[in-house]
């Protein structure tokens, strides 16, 4: 049991969701700006083949990054709030030939055929440039946008528990690489016998077993 450190824990839960269907990338063969938060290219793909029949071009599909990415000025609990928004109930675009009527984006498909059609993709020790350099236990993609965030802390160290994970998600994660959390649904904090998920937002003892 000694040996159970929080690295072993963070392979052990990438190996679950490995088993679930998902891809499991380990950061260092991630390549992208250190700064930006999505995997770009899986959104690319998933648009592509989302929209072949109604010939998106490489132009709209940018335009939709940009939809998506685009500060707005809010708050981060606001801009989560908006950006969820758009993951969720999906937005028009303007299409390049302005002949064309909008084309409406749905940025994961949530139809009861869909999940097909979705890219899951699990992500452990990801660097992220922000004000400070933080690296994320582990990051769940879902077709590029990092919807849920995990943080693993080892249950036989009696110096550290999941209280240690939310406040590094609350403080250091919310202070130094905001950006992650414009498209998050949840996060989790687990030791590997306690696990818990919440709202970024919320306080602790609103987190569910």
Same mark, same amino acid.
């Given at each position: 049991?000694?040996?159970?450190?929080?690295?072993?824990?963070?392979? =052990?839960?990438?190996?679950?969701? +490995? +088993?679930?269907?998902?891809?499991?990338? =380990?950061?260092?063969? %991630?390549?992208?700006?250190?700064?930006?938060?999505?995997?770009?290219?899986?959104?690319?793909?998933?648009?592509?083949?989302?929209?072949?029949?109604?010939?998106?071009?490489?132009?709209?599909?940018?335009?939709?990054?940009?939809?998506?990415?685009?500060?707005?000025?809010? =708050?981060?609990?606001?801009?989560?709030?908006?950006?969820?928004?758009?993951?969720?109930?999906?937005?028009?675009?303007?299409?390049?030939? *302005?002949?064309?009527?909008?084309?409406?984006?749905?940025?994961?498909?949530?139809?009861?055929?869909?999940?097909?059609?979705?890219?899951?993709?699990? *992500?452990?020790?990801?660097?992220?440039?922000? /004000?400070?350099?933080? %690296?994320?236990?582990?990051?769940?993609?879902?077709?590029?946008?990092?919807?849920?965030?995990?943080?693993?802390?080892?249950? *036989?160290?009696?110096?550290?528990?999941?209280?240690?994970?939310?406040? +590094?998600?609350?403080? @250091?994660? @919310?202070?130094?690489?905001?950006?992650?959390?414009?498209?998050?649904?949840?996060?989790? %904090?687990?030791?590997?016998?306690? /696990?818990?998920?919440? /709202?970024?937002?919320?306080?602790?003892?609103?987190?569910?077993?």
């Amino acid at each position: 049991m000694s040996h159970f450190n929080e690295h072993t824990l963070e392979l =052990s839960i990438m190996e679950l969701f +490995q +088993q679930e269907g998902y891809i499991h990338t =380990s950061g260092e063969e %991630i390549h992208k700006e250190a700064s930006d938060v999505l995997l770009r290219d899986g959104m690319r793909l998933y648009l592509r083949s989302r929209y072949k029949a109604e010939g998106i071009t490489p132009l709209e599909i940018e335009r939709t990054l940009a939809k998506l990415t685009a500060n707005v000025g809010f =708050s981060l609990y606001e801009q989560n709030r908006h950006t969820y928004w758009l993951m969720t109930e999906g937005f028009a675009l303007k299409r390049e030939d *302005v002949a064309l009527p909008d084309l409406f984006i749905e940025p994961i498909d949530f139809s009861k055929d869909g999940i097909k059609n979705n890219l899951f993709r699990i *992500v452990n020790q990801l660097e992220i440039q922000g /004000s400070e350099r933080r %690296i994320p236990d582990g990051i769940v993609y879902v077709n590029g946008l990092p919807v849920v965030v995990l943080e693993f802390k080892s249950a *036989v160290k009696e110096d550290t528990t999941i209280m240690d994970a939310y406040k +590094q998600f609350t403080v @250091r994660y @919310r202070r130094d690489i905001p950006d992650l959390f414009k498209y998050n649904a949840f996060v989790v %904090i687990s030791d590997g016998v306690n /696990s818990k998920y919440g /709202s970024l937002f919320s306080p602790y003892d609103f987190f569910y077993a």
